[in-house]
């Protein structure tokens, strides 16, 4: 007689449920976290790769004093953009040689289209306070917007892409964990040479070794887009225009203009301004200074306090009347839910760091790519060991698998085109950044197009190898294109242009040491329905396991 148990076999246990949980919120999203990850993790390093994409701009042996700075760059704007209810400049730093400023234009004024009110933006030499004679280009910054709301559509729907991302990443780490039992463990075994259960190691070292980290950065990317995401909070509690303004005000530094009373006054001294600021929290600690209505009575200057050495993105600043230089306020504190929201947008973006703590974001998050990486690639192994024809894959794994090769060396060759462009595209060119940028994309269209006509594995060790050259090359084409080659930043000491080919070495030789091992491996195939166990994406339980 049969029993109940046999009768009524027992359901999938958690851990069981939660491995296929992890797998598909780790591929369905799987090629856009890699590539988010990526792109952020190089954007901690924005600033510096923006100076190295603008080779015109002198070496900073010395940080130049920011309230003439300040002084230099405002007599500029009052000059060149007479009539702007704002404009706002940041001061460079220790990691910047140039001042990004943007200003309003009125409705009808220069650069307003239709009538209504535009925005202009530009870089300005610290030095002489003129617009910077630089090649046109985004720099980092292309990287650090591709991150988040990626390009060539709306903001607003890139935002909202990284956003579900991040949600099925969060979903991927939880169950994770969740579904992987020795976890722990298993981050001290490593089996080289293996297949399948190599990749799942690496898998798993990478996994646990930053699992807080991961976890960190993906919550906290939710965050910093949170009203986005969920507005109905906020749309509920700020109703009135005055209470909008608080909440402004609580959230950033850049007051908003008044109406204008038509009496022209001069702006008084800038450079007076940000000294009161410097006396109260030190000389290179000054961030930003933004004017509302400049050159009227009612102007008003905020010299707002830098990120660096405080955890937190909650504005602090300093408020003067514009026309005497008068303090009005001092502003240095916040709400305990708005200043919460700055930390966890602080802890995200790192700002806040200093050189070492910078390279650790860097490096941890490096292994977070990795992690994303080895999860892909583990999906095709598993299934290319169990596929009755290794030369005629389901519809699926002819998906993924290009997918993977240019979602993951394609990438990286990609990016490398990018800063190729930035060194080949003539200077003069119209729209010289937006082809640095189209360049991009059509590299990384190429890959695509590479990794589907050749054999996977060809197309794997062409691509890496592809990526090593055009890395190790990039110092040769920066010495050979530019008076800044490796020599002359060694006896400046210019350590952007030093650490960047350097950097760019030291990659070439990660895709060389990965092509070659991917041309020597030799895939052990078995046939489809053999037993044993079979490793889980992303470290977790192997299928058949309670």
């Known amino acids: 007689m049969k029993t109940d148990k046999a009768q009524h076999p027992a359901g999938r246990g958690i851990r069981q449920s939660m491995s296929g949980l ?36 002198a070496h900073q042996a010395e940080l130049p004093d920011p309230a003439l700075v300040a002084q230099r760059i405002a007599d500029e704007l009052v000059a060149s953009v007479p009539g702007s209810p704002q404009w706002s400049m940041r001061l460079p730093d220790a990691r910047t040689n140039s001042v990004y400023a943007f200003w309003r234009t009125a409705p009808g004024g220069a650069g307003a289209e239709g009538g209504r009110r535009a925005f202009g933006e ?41 956003g579900a991302a991040a949600m099925f990443m969060l979903v991927a780490i939880v169950s994770g964990v969740i579904t992987h039992k020795k976890i722990f463990v298993d981050f001290f075994t490593f089996r080289g040479g293996k297949g399948q259960r190599s990749w799942l190691d690496a898998h798993n070292a990478l996994s646990v070794f930053g699992l807080p980290f991961h976890f960190m950065i993906t919550y906290t990317g939710l965050v910093t887009l ?59 600690t000054i ?26 993105m909650s504005p602090q600043y300093m408020l003067f009347e514009g026309t005497t230089g008068r303090l009005l306020e001092v502003r240095e504190g916040v709400g305990s839910a708005a200043e919460t929201r700055g ?19 860097f490096l941890v998050s490096l292994m977070g790519t990795a992690m994303v990486g080895t999860g892909l690639v583990m999906w095709t192994v598993k299934r290319r060991q169990k596929l009755a024809d290794p030369e005629r894959p389901h519809i699926g794994f002819r998906i993924v698998e290009p997918l993977n090769i240019a979602g993951i060396a394609g990438l990286s060759v990609a990016m490398t085109a990018y800063l190729w462009g930035n060194r080949l595209l003539p200077a003069g060119m119209a ?10 994309f059509a590299v990384w269209a190429l890959t695509l197009g590479h990794a589907v006509l050749r054999p996977a594995k060809a197309a ?39 650490g960047t080919d350097l950097m760019c070495w030291a990659l070439a030789a990660l895709h ?30 192997e299928e058949g396991r309670s």
């Not at 729209?431 to 991009?440: C, D, G, N, P, S």
């Not at 050259?469 to 050979?480: E, F, Q, R, S």
């Open 22 to 57: 992890h797998i598909w919120a780790g591929l369905l999203m799987g090629w856009i976290l890699y590539a988010m990850f990526l792109t952020g993790t190089v954007s901690y390093f924005k600033d510096e790769l923006s100076q190295w994409m603008r080779p015109e701009l």
């Open 122 to 162: 530009a870089n300005f030499d610290p030095a002489t306070g003129g617009k910077v004679t630089a090649r046109d280009t985004l720099g980092g910054d292309f990287f650090y917007r591709f991150h988040f709301q990626f390009h060539y559509m709306p903001a607003l729907w890139g935002r909202w892409i990284a």
């Open 226 to 284: 949170m009203a986005l995401y969920m507005p109905w909070g906020e749309q509920m509690a700020i109703k009135t225009q005055a209470e909008r303004q608080q909440m402004t005000a609580e959230l950033n530094a850049f007051i908003q203009p008044g109406k204008p009373s038509g009496q022209a006054v001069p702006l008084a001294p800038v450079a007076e301004m940000v000294r009161h600021a410097q006396e109260r929290w030190g000389h290179d």
């Open 287 to 312: 961030g930003r200074v933004t004017a509302t209505n400049p050159g009227d009575a009612t102007a008003r200057v905020a010299v707002a306090r830098g990120e660096s050495g405080r955890v937190s």
């Open 343 to 361: 930390v966890l947008y602080a802890l995200h973006l790192g700002r806040f760091s200093d050189g070492v703590t910078r390279w650790l974001y």
């Open 431 to 440: 729209e010289r950044a937006a082809w640095e940028i189209h360049l991009f």
């Open 460 to 498: 794997w060790i062409e691509q890496l190898w592809a990526a090593a050259a055009l890395l190790a090359l990039l110092p040769v084409l920066n010495a050979v294109t530019t008076d800044r080659p490796l020599w002359h930043s060694l006896s400046q000491g210019d350590w952007v242009f030093i």
């Open 512 to 541: 060389a040491v990965l092509a070659v091992r991917t041309a020597r491996h030799q895939p052990k195939l078995r046939a489809a329905g053999a037993t044993g166990r079979v490793g889980v994406i992303g470290g977790a339980l």
